[in-house]
């Protein structure tokens, strides 16, 4: 059985990476698919955002990275996957992910898979932790040489190197 893991994934962070893991053991499958999403301007463009999540799964045999743009329901009848994993930090993430898995459901009743989503809850010391306030603090530390130990704790260290290298 296989999944979808969807996100803009600006940048990856420790929280996306144990979602990930932890779906692929249920699933047995995961595509972390890239949003690559025209309206929207990222710190990392598509291939960077790629690169790093690649690096992030390298020894992970049954997680590969796809990038996909358009509908989700659309992407998923493409890959033949009716299953979208989704995870949620707390109350916020609910209200933000619930229309999305009722749209994707609805937009897939008709077609030949239909789509669910399935939510796997953060770790609690993973919770706090979210692509923005990465790019928001990494935003401040790295221009004034600041100890970066707190973005170490939240993404893995190729990520690191690359916002020190975007902000500086």
Not at 119 to 127: Q, S, V
Not at 155 to 164: F, Q
Request: charged share 25%; glycine share 6%; aromatic share 8%.
């Amino acid at each position: 059985m296989s999944a979808i893991y969807p996100g803009s994934f600006d940048p990856v962070t420790y929280g996306h990476i144990d979602i990930a893991r932890r779906s692929a053991k249920v699933f047995g499958r995961i595509i972390v698919a890239v949003l690559d999403n025209p309206d929207k301007t990222p710190l990392f463009d598509i291939n960077e955002r790629m690169a790093l999540l690649r690096e992030a799964f390298s020894q992970d045999t049954n997680i590969e990275v796809e990038s996909f743009s358009g509908l989700l329901v659309d992407y998923a009848q493409q890959k033949g996957i009716g299953t979208i994993v989704r995870g949620l930090r707390g109350s916020e993430d609910i209200a933000k992910e619930m229309p999305y898995a009722i749209w994707n459901r609805k937009l897939s009743t008709e077609l030949a898979i239909p789509v669910e989503t399935v939510y796997f809850t953060a770790e609690p010391d993973l919770a706090h932790i979210s692509s923005s306030i990465v790019k928001e603090v990494a935003a401040f530390v790295y221009p004034a040489g600041m100890s970066d130990t707190e973005i170490t704790q939240a993404v893995p260290p190729i990520v690191c190197t690359a916002l020190r290298e975007k902000y500086i």
